[in-house]
T-cell receptor
Framework: KQEVTQIPAALSVPEGENLVLNCSFT??????LQWFRQDHGKGLTSLLL?????REQTSGRLNASLDKSSGRSTLYIAASQPGDSATYLC???????????FGPGTRLSVLP | EAGVAQSPRYKIIEKRQSVAFWCNPI?????LYWYQQILGQGPKLLIQ????????DSQLPKDRFSAERLKGVDSTLKIQPAKLEDSAVYLC???????????????FGEGSRLTVL
């Protein structure tokens, strides 16, 4: 059974800092992995989707990498801004028709 | 392009009462999901539809939860009777997955926050 963890649970950084959020999964037989952002009291907004054949995806100041063999993905945020403050969740989809399994999220606070 | 629409945004009920949530997915998306998100946790899948058929309802508490997707478009999730532990945000998501064409990207609505007193 796939399990997804995200460490740390919460992170606080000053504005302008580059930061890395981590996502670990136990079963490397994945189809794809998706990163989401969730603002307080809101739904999830898709940030990046990485297929199992890809090593990374980039969108603006965001870069997500995938290392299936080690069961890890990282989300890199460059030049963080207060508007980046939110909870970031990763979700992993298995190869054999399984649905997405979500991590608990990392709550990010970027201080002005 | 319109996103996933959900209503109501908030609902407060007493235990043992019933409640229904509605979802309209992105136009053309064959697959629709209902998730339950408890505070501080990631979403947990309740049920997945492909068109109007159920693909996965293994984690749906069928003694009190039901869902339908008539005509393969919008969907309703019902809870009857509600328990205190059902207090959560109910999220609807959709994706283009159609048969074996698993493009896979999930798009979520704003969610319906349920409080059971």
């Amino acid at each position: 059974k796939q399990e997804v963890t995200q460490i740390p649970a919460a992170l606080s950084v000053p504005e302008g800092e580059n930061l890395v959020l981590n996502c670990s999964f136990t079963d490397s037989a994945i189809y794809n992995l998706q990163w989401f952002r969730q603002d307080h009291g809101k739904g999830l907004t898709s940030l990046l989707l990485i297929q199992s054949s890809q090593r990374e995806q980039t969108s603006g100041r965001l870069n997500a990498s995938l290392d299936k063999s080690s069961g890890r993905s990282t989300l890199y945020i460059a030049a963080s801004q207060p508007g980046d403050s939110a909870t970031y969740l990763c979700a992993v989809r298995g190869n054999y028709g399984q649905n997405f399994v979500f991590g608990p999220g990392t709550r990010l606070s970027v201080l002005p | 392009e319109a996103g996933v629409a959900q209503s109501p945004r908030y609902k407060i009920i007493e235990k043992r009462q019933s409640v229904a949530f509605w979802c309209n997915p992105i136009s053309g998306h064959a697959t629709l999901y209902w998730y339950q998100q408890i505070l501080g946790q990631g979403p947990k899948l309740l049920i997945q539809f492909q068109n109007n058929g159920v693909v996965d309802d293994s984690q749906l508490p069928k003694d009190r939860f039901s869902a339908e997707r008539l005509k393969g478009v919008d969907s309703t999730l019902k809870i009857q009777p509600a328990k205190l532990e059902d207090s959560a945000v109910y999220l609807c998501a959709s994706s283009l997955d159609r048969g074996t064409a698993r493009t896979g990207e999930l798009f979520f609505g704003e969610g319906s926050r349920l409080t059971v007193l």
